[in-house]
């Protein structure tokens, strides 16, 4: 089976450390290496850590090549993956697949290694070792300055089976054992590789693996098992002992009153493991008799916080009914946790810290006299193993001090922090889809993924370095290649950019318009005066109706591509809906009116105070195209069912104006939930008079159309919103409602609003409806255009209406829509009328520096405000995603000559298809299943249905490709295959050779 993980031997193990290292001075991918010099070592279980954190039992500590990449960057406390009676096929066959995704929060539904507990014992052992050879050789630190700490489970019955007992009694000496020959052997055998290690050094390693222990519970356990194995293990075993402890311990009522505080509500748990779990008044006791019991034979005792919290599968996040959270949303519980078991126990009770633990807490948990702090969601996210690097760099100077207890009160404010940070807080609405919406190719699949989630493809990568380079003209010459409106859309964009960009899993989006309207503010003044109009174009003549972003934009492309081209607008000034409906405070003056600049400075000609009626009339004057790009300002209408409403547009148009003039009294509704409900009550918000406005919406702000921003803005601005209100009338200054309910979530998780049968009432002196307004159809239908049952035109992919030489952009066509739509619709209609050169810069995307982009994974931003880099990762010249966050590291990069950017290679016998890949690959893929794939046996090839290559005899491959499996001998340039593919393969072949087995 292709989810099958096939151990590395140590020879090749340690040929590849030593080869990536000599070659690219990375191991395992990780190329900011820590190295420890200062002689500062923390004492544990009379050993020493020369840093206090590393990664928690879980997929970072499963292989040997796992352990090895953490400790390159900078982890010396090692948790190793739980150990149990069941395990390899047995244990594989209940896993089901995928079994991570950590997206924002993780979910796992895998427990325990899913080796067998030999072939574990044997991962662990061979990591030791190697990580005591490197240690010397490379300089990273104390050879004797990392803990690897067993964990076993599940019950006693099952930590005494005979091989349970096996791996513990090996772990404690492993001197007997035959892996432990395996390495010993090859080290003496290949001191020729070494430098600094020498057979004296090889003959002292210690066989000592591990003398501690962390005893890890199902949810369920009772209280006298839970004591009953962790007293075998003091007393039996003479192991130093963590009892890993659940959420649960907080209660039921506290644990969801937390979460939901958050943003958290939409997790799903009840009760059930709150009342099986271990309760506090059972564990109190517990513990202080396991921690005299420990002092009676001069061990340590501590526990460890917290384990993953099980919840229900609600919308499909992973194949099974119930997952395990972990990450940001566990750690408001697990600190609250930690702070109970502080006070309770007045700091004298060793913890264990594993819940949430990221760069952004783990110096303040350290501060407090919490550590080991052991980690699995942040290095599962993009930059990896590498997260680890910076934060080996913040703890540098841990000191040599042993544990002296728990600082109480700086725990209490640690936990009474959570709720004044973002960090720990989910956001109103649901994440936006960060996938790229085309499949991964299997080659050459670097790209810039906020291109994609922009309308016009802007070259963001382009402008954003140009811009860290003080080239703002040229900043804004890329811009203006495919936006007309730099200063509009760098205020006021909805930037869905943002949503692709691989920096959300850092800490949050590259701020790309900020960064454009920098460029637009920067470059305006020396690129305005060089901007020329190309060759003119003969034989076309071309009428735009309507000057806002649509019109204005159409203008632009056309004009400057040499056509003549003529704006028809019948308000007496330009910029359309932006103009005179947005409020100022959402949008200046001067930034419309620069735009409008731009769109007049390759000629074309503006008609103000012109009401166009159709088509025809145009045509008659000479024009050989027609554009529509008027605005969507018929009125909607809420629907009441008595009571006078003000349209929206109205409203905002007015209050722009004039606001004066407006009496809306003291208690204005707002009726709507997108991005100009949010304008309108902002706006009322601001009118002399009133006091109270409220938004009034049928479901929660959860679900409402309007943007993160806009909603974040106007809660800011004290805008009231009345969740699940459905409006039914206003009379005598009081809207009635009918009070709505959420239903049960369908496949996605959304919930439907259900009406319960009661009402409400609310103050309003004024109701304005914002429920989305309509296309005048008048010109359309003059003009003989097809509209569809929502009364707008049809048209096809380049806006052409069926009606020859007209067509509609922007709000026109689409109803109310964003600005840089309506610039995407003008550019695809312009590009039918001419030929645009849109492409100009694309090349821009691909920076020249390649060790640029690459220095920045792992690196987290600890203050996005005062950050004076752009923090671009440089997709479009390194990606690697899927390598960064590969706990196995089965994803590896490969350079191939001719190729600028490194290919990926799947390596299928280091898989075990968790699907961590496939949730942060920036395609809708899974690069596990769908990137060319390296075997290592006929077996797993037969089993997999990947494109890739099984490596035989000579240059001979087995190649499956297309659907097509076949040899070929790729030395042989005519072989028959794709240049590309025998390229790659020959090059892992030729170039990699360590990573065919």
């Known amino acids: 089976m292709s989810d099958i993980m096939r151990p590395i031997p140590f020879a090749q193990l340690m040929d590849w450390v030593l080869t990536e290292y000599q070659e690219r001075g990375s191991i395992f991918g990780v190329s900011k290496l820590v190295r420890h010099e200062n002689g500062q070592a923390l004492p544990i279980f009379a050993e020493k850590i020369e840093s206090p954190y590393g990664p928690a039992a879980g997929p970072n500590t499963q292989l040997a090549q796992n352990i090895i ?55 662990y052992v061979k990591a030791w070792f190697a990580c005591k050879l490197l240690s010397k050789e490379l300089g990273l630190g104390d050879p004797d300055g990392f803990v690897f700490n067993m964990s076993v489970g599940y019950d006693l019955a099952g930590i005494k089976s005979e091989k349970v007992d096996k791996y513990i009694e090996g772990m404690k000496d492993a001197s007997g054992s035959a892996v432990w020959s395996e390495c010993m052997d090859w080290a003496l055998a290949n001191l020729g590789k070494f430098q600094k290690v020498d057979e004296a050094y090889v003959k002292a390693v210690s066989p000592k693996v591990s003398a501690s222990i962390t005893e890890s519970t199902l949810h369920g356990c009772p209280p006298d098992e839970i004591e009953r194995i962790a007293t075998y293990l003091i007393t039996e075993k003479g192991l130093n002992t963590y009892v890993k402890c659940n959420p649960t311990l907080l209660g039921y009522e506290f644990a969801w009153q937390r979460l939901d505080s958050l943003g958290f509500d939409y997790i799903v748990f009840d009760d059930r493991h709150f009342l099986e779990d271990l309760q506090w008044a059972d564990a109190v006791p517990m513990f202080r008799r396991l921690m005299a019991l420990c002092a009676e034979r001069g061990l340590e005792f501590g526990v460890k916080l917290t384990n993953t919290f099980p919840v229900d599968v609600a919308a499909g996040e992973l194949p099974s009914q119930e997952m395990y959270m972990s990450g940001r949303s566990l750690f408001p519980l697990t600190i609250s946790l930690a702070r109970k078991v502080a006070e309770e126990f007045d700091g004298k009770l060793r913890i264990s810290y594993s819940g949430g633990a990221d760069l952004h807490n783990i110096k303040d948990l350290f501060n407090a006299g919490i550590w080991p702090i052991t980690m699995a969601t942040t290095i599962l996210k993009p930059g990896g193993y590498q997260r680890m690097s910076q934060m080996g760099e913040l703890l540098m100077d841990c000191g040599s001090a042993p544990f002296a207890g728990i600082d109480v009160s700086a725990v209490a404010a640690l936990a009474d922090g959570v709720e004044k940070t973002e960090l720990y807080r989910k956001p109103i609405k649901p994440l936006p889809q960060r996938k790229m919406n085309k499949k991964v190719p299997l080659i050459d699949c670097f790209s810039a993924p906020c291109r994609n989630g922009c309308p016009i493809e802007q070259d963001i990568p382009a402008y954003l370095m140009a811009t860290s380079q003080g080239k ?48 637009a503010q920067g470059g305006y003044d020396a690129l305005l005066p060089t901007l020329k109009a190309e060759a003119p174009v003969a034989g076309k003549k071309v009428a735009v109706v309507g000057g806002g972003p649509a019109g204005l934009s159409a203008a632009f492309f056309l004009s400057r591509a040499g056509v003549d081209v003529t704006v028809f607008e019948r308000k007496d000034d330009l910029g359309g809906i932006v103009r005179h409906v947005i409020p100022e405070f959402r949008v200046g003056k001067e930034a419309i009116d620069k735009d409008v600049a731009l769109c007049k400075a390759y000629g074309a000609k503006f008609e103000l105070g012109v009401d166009v009626k159709s088509a025809e009339e145009l045509k008659a004057k000479g024009f050989t195209h027609v554009i529509f790009a008027t605005g969507a300002w018929k009125p909607g ?62 479901r929660t702000k959860r679900y409402m159309p309007a943007d993160e921003e806009e909603l974040a803005l106007a809660i800011a601005d004290g805008v009231e919103f009345m969740e699940l209100l459905a409006p039914v009338g206003v009379k005598d200054g009081v809207l009635t409602c009918s009070v709505m309910e959420l239903g049960a979530p369908d496949a996605s998780g959304r919930r439907s609003p259900v009406d319960t049968g009661k009402t409400t009432q609310i103050p309003a002196t004024a109701v304005i409806t914002a429920v989305g307004e309509h296309v005048e159809e008048a010109p359309f239908t003059n003009s003989g255009v097809a509209l569809d049952k929502k009364e707008r035109p049809v048209v096809d992919e380049a806006m052409a209406t069926g009606v020859e030489g007209v067509y509609a952009v922007g709000d026109a066509r689409r109803g109310p829509a964003t600005v840089v739509e309506a610039i995407a619709d003008a550019a695809k209609a ?94 809708d893929s899974r690069p596990y299943k769908d990137k060319f794939t390296l075997f290592w046996s006929k077996e797993d090839f037969d089993n997999s249905e990947n494109e890739g290559f099984l490596p035989l005899e000579g240059s001979k491959s087995l190649v499956r490709l297309d659907g097509q499996t076949a040899e070929y001998d790729t030395a042989d340039a005519g072989c028959g295959l794709p240049e590309d593919i025998r390229v790659l393969i020959q090059t892992v072949r030729s170039d990699y050779s360590y990573l065919v087995k």
């Open 830 to 923: 312009a590009q039918a009328i001419v030929e645009l050169e849109l492409d100009k810069y694309t090349q821009r995307n691909i920076n020249a520096d390649y060790n640029k982009p690459l220095s920045k994974k792992g690196d987290l931003c600890a203050d996005c405000d005062t950050c004076a880099d752009t923090r671009c990762l440089g997709c479009p010249t390194v990606c690697e995603v899927c390598a960064d966050v590969c706990p196995n590291r089965s994803n590896v990069t490969v350079a191939v000559p001719g190729k600028r950017q490194r290919q990926i290679v799947h390596v299928d016998g280091m898989c075990n298809e968790c699907g961590n890949c496939g949730t942060f690959c920036p395609y």
């Open 472 to 519: 703002y003209q040229e900043a804004l010459e890329i811009i203006t290649r495919r936006n007309a409106l730099p200063f509009i859309t760098g205020t006021i964009c909805p930037h869905h950019c943002a949503d692709k960009c691989m920096r959300n899993y850092y800490e949050e989006s590259v701020r790309i318009r900020n960064v454009k309207l920098q460029a």
């Open 69 to 123: 990449a953490s400790y390159a960057a900078g982890a010396r406390f090692f948790e190793l993956k739980t150990v149990q009676i069941m395990d390899g096929e047995e244990l594989s066959k209940c896993v089901a697949k995928p079994c991570i995704t950590a997206g924002d929060e993780c979910y796992n539904c895998e427990w325990s290694t899913e080796l067998t507990v030999p072939q574990a014992y044997d991962e």
């Open 637 to 698: 209408a809420a629907g009441l069912d008595y009571g006078e409403e003000v349209n929206v547009i109205s409203f905002l148009e007015q209050a722009k104006k004039s606001p004066e003039s407006l009496k809306l009294g003291t208690d204005v509704v707002v009726i709507g939930g997108g991005n100009t409900a949010m304008d309108a009550a902002r706006a009322a918000k601001r009118i002399p008079g009133v006091e109270h406005v409220r938004l009034v919406y049928r």
